[in-house]
C-alpha cells in the first residue's frame, strides 16, 4: 500500500492536481466504503467460530433469508415487463403530462421508506382504496408476502426504468424501419430488433432491483405482516437480534446480505458484457 501511495506521487500528469485529487479520492472511498466493509466482513468472526456455526444453524434466519431473496426476485422479474412499457412510453410515446410521469417514476427514490410503507399498507389493507375490492376478490395483499412484493416492486421500478431508458432513447428507428422493409413480422422486429440490444439493460435494471429488494426495510415491515417463518424479512430479523444483543446473529445475516449483494453485482456486470457481445455478433 505504501509503494501504491509512492507511485502516485511520482507519477507526472498533465491535468493539473490529479495526483491531490486521487489521493484524496481513494482516502474518502476508503473511508465510506472498504472500512464499513471489511469491518462487517471481521465482526461475525470476533465471537469465535463456534457463535458463528451456532448463528448460521438459525432456522428462523434461513426463513427470513428465503423470504427477502424470493421475494426480491419476484418483484423484480414482475418489473421487467413495467419497466419496459414505461420506458417506452417515456421515449418514444407522446404522451400528455409525460414530464410529470417522469417525475412520479423517480418518486420511490426519495419518497422516506416508512412513508412508502405506510401509504401501502393504507391502500391495500382490507379496508383501503385498493385492498378493500381485491379482499372481495378474495385476494389479500397486506400483512403477507404478497405484499413485500408489492412494496419490493414500488421500489424497484425506478431502477429498472432507469436501467432501459437511455438505451432505448439510443436506438435508432432505421432499424425497425429496415426490418419492416425486409418483411419482418412486428413480433420479429420487438423480439431481434428491439429487445435484443435491450438485454444488457434488462440485466442491469433486474439486478439493481433485485440487489436493492433484498435489503429493503422501511417500505415492506408496515405491509408484511412480520409473522416469522412466513412473512418476515432478513432486515427486520437483523434489527430482532440487536434488539435481543444477539450481535453474532444480526452480524451474519447482515453478512451474508452483503455478500449475496456483492455476488449480484459481478453477476449482472459479467452477464452485460456477454450480452453486448452477442447483440454486436447478432
Same mark, same amino acid.
Given at each position: 500500500?505504501?509503494?501504491?501511495?509512492?507511485?502516485?506521487?511520482?507519477?507526472?500528469?498533465?491535468?493539473?492536481?490529479?495526483?491531490?485529487?486521487?489521493?484524496?479520492?481513494?482516502?474518502?472511498?476508503?473511508?465510506?466504503?472498504?472500512?464499513?466493509?471489511?469491518?462487517?466482513?471481521?465482526?461475525?468472526?470476533?465471537?469465535?467460530?463456534?457463535?458463528? $456455526?451456532?448463528?448460521?444453524?438459525?432456522?428462523?434466519?434461513?426463513?427470513?433469508?428465503?423470504?427477502?431473496?424470493?421475494?426480491?426476485?419476484?418483484?423484480?422479474?414482475?418489473?421487467?415487463?413495467?419497466?419496459?412499457?414505461?420506458?417506452?412510453?417515456?421515449?418514444?410515446?407522446?404522451?400528455?403530462?409525460?414530464?410529470?410521469?417522469?417525475?412520479?417514476?423517480?418518486?420511490?427514490?426519495?419518497?422516506?421508506?416508512? &412513508?412508502?410503507?405506510?401509504?401501502?399498507?393504507?391502500? @391495500?389493507?382490507?379496508?383501503?382504496?385498493?385492498?378493500?375490492?381485491?379482499?372481495?376478490?378474495?385476494?389479500?395483499?397486506? @400483512?403477507?408476502?404478497?405484499?413485500? &412484493?408489492?412494496?419490493?416492486?414500488?421500489?424497484?421500478?425506478?431502477?429498472? &426504468?432507469?436501467?432501459?431508458?437511455?438505451?432505448?432513447?439510443?436506438?435508432?428507428?432505421?432499424?425497425?424501419?429496415?426490418?419492416?422493409?425486409?418483411?419482418?413480422?412486428?413480433?420479429?422486429?420487438?423480439?431481434?430488433?428491439?429487445?435484443?440490444?435491450?438485454?444488457?439493460? $434488462?440485466?442491469?435494471?433486474?439486478?439493481?432491483?433485485?440487489?436493492?429488494?433484498?435489503?429493503? @426495510?422501511?417500505?415492506?415491515?408496515?405491509?408484511?405482516?412480520?409473522?416469522?417463518?412466513?412473512?418476515?424479512?432478513?432486515? $427486520?430479523?437483523? &434489527?430482532?437480534?440487536?434488539?435481543?444483543?444477539? @450481535?453474532?446473529?444480526?452480524?451474519?445475516?447482515?453478512?451474508?446480505?452483503?455478500?449475496?449483494?456483492?455476488?449480484?453485482?459481478?453477476?449482472?456486470?459479467?452477464?452485460?458484457?456477454?450480452?453486448?457481445?452477442?447483440?454486436?455478433?447478432?
Amino acid at each position: 500500500m505504501k509503494q501504491f501511495f509512492l507511485a502516485l506521487l511520482r507519477s507526472n500528469r498533465a491535468l493539473p492536481g490529479y495526483r491531490l485529487s486521487l489521493i484524496t479520492t481513494l482516502l474518502w472511498a476508503g473511508l465510506l466504503i472498504v472500512l464499513p466493509l471489511s469491518t462487517l466482513l471481521v465482526r461475525p468472526w470476533q465471537d469465535g467460530v463456534a457463535a458463528m $456455526l451456532t448463528a448460521l444453524r438459525d432456522g428462523r434466519m434461513f426463513a427470513a433469508l428465503w423470504t427477502s431473496f424470493s421475494c426480491a426476485a419476484t418483484a423484480a422479474a414482475c418489473n421487467l415487463p413495467f419497466g419496459l412499457m414505461l420506458a417506452w412510453a417515456l421515449v418514444r410515446g407522446q404522451l400528455p403530462g409525460r414530464h410529470v410521469a417522469n417525475a412520479l417514476i423517480d418518486l420511490p427514490l426519495a419518497l422516506p421508506t416508512a &412513508v412508502s410503507g405506510i401509504t401501502l399498507a393504507t391502500l @391495500y389493507s382490507p379496508n383501503g382504496w385498493l385492498g378493500a375490492p381485491l379482499s372481495r376478490l378474495g385476494i389479500l395483499v397486506s @400483512y403477507n408476502r404478497l405484499g413485500i &412484493v408489492v412494496a419490493l416492486m414500488f421500489v424497484g421500478l425506478p431502477f429498472m &426504468v432507469r436501467a432501459i431508458e437511455p438505451v432505448l432513447r439510443d436506438l435508432p428507428h432505421e432499424l425497425e424501419e429496415a426490418a419492416q422493409l425486409l418483411g419482418a413480422k412486428p413480433w420479429q422486429v420487438f423480439t431481434r430488433v428491439i429487445v435484443a440490444p435491450l438485454l444488457p439493460a $434488462l440485466v442491469t435494471g433486474f439486478g439493481l432491483a433485485f440487489a436493492r429488494g433484498i435489503g429493503e @426495510y422501511g417500505s415492506v415491515i408496515f405491509i408484511a405482516g412480520n409473522q416469522p417463518f412466513r412473512s418476515e424479512i432478513a432486515p $427486520l430479523l437483523i &434489527v430482532v437480534r440487536l434488539q435481543e444483543f444477539d @450481535y453474532a446473529g444480526a452480524t451474519a445475516i447482515a453478512l451474508i446480505l452483503l455478500v449475496a449483494s456483492l455476488l449480484v453485482l459481478l453477476l449482472v456486470g459479467m452477464m452485460r458484457k456477454r450480452l453486448a457481445l452477442w447483440s454486436e455478433r447478432a
